[in-house]
């Protein structure tokens, strides 16, 4: 079992930064990656990055150059760096953690992207 806590979300004008963290605690020594998702309203979730044991990254299209995912293993954490965001970029972002076969989800932090 692990247990994940989403923090960091906000609100932001268009153009500006926010840093997401995503604390995993419980059986982390078995998490094989790490990710982000979002799910605007109306919407289904989406992949936004992805993150393994290895550091491999995985990115979608829509914010490659403007994202970046990083993990400290050390601090069982997994940050979402998100630079130039967009008003597009508003959504609730959902952390989650693959430990073969299950896949765990955070709570959930709101993003939103106006002036």
């Known amino acids: 079992q692990v247990q994940l806590v989403e923090s960091g979300g906000g609100l932001v004008q268009p153009g500006g930064s926010l840093r997401l963290s995503c604390a995993a605690s419980?059986?982390?020594?078995?998490?094989?990656?790490m990710g982000w998702y979002r799910q605007a309203p109306g919407k289904q979730r989406e992949l936004v990055a992805t993150?393994?044991?290895?550091?491999?990254?995985n990115y979608a299209d829509s914010v490659k150059g403007r994202f970046t995912i990083s993990r400290d293993n050390a601090k069982n954490t997994v940050y979402l760096q998100m630079n130039s965001l967009k008003p597009e970029d508003t959504s609730v972002y959902y952390c989650?953690?693959?430990?073969?076969?299950?896949?765990?989800w955070g709570q959930g932090t709101q993003v939103t992207v106006s002036s």
């Open positions: 989650n953690a693959f430990i073969v076969p299950t896949l765990y």
């Open positions: 993150i393994t044991s290895g550091g491999g990254t």
């Open positions: 419980g059986s982390t020594f078995s998490i094989s990656a």
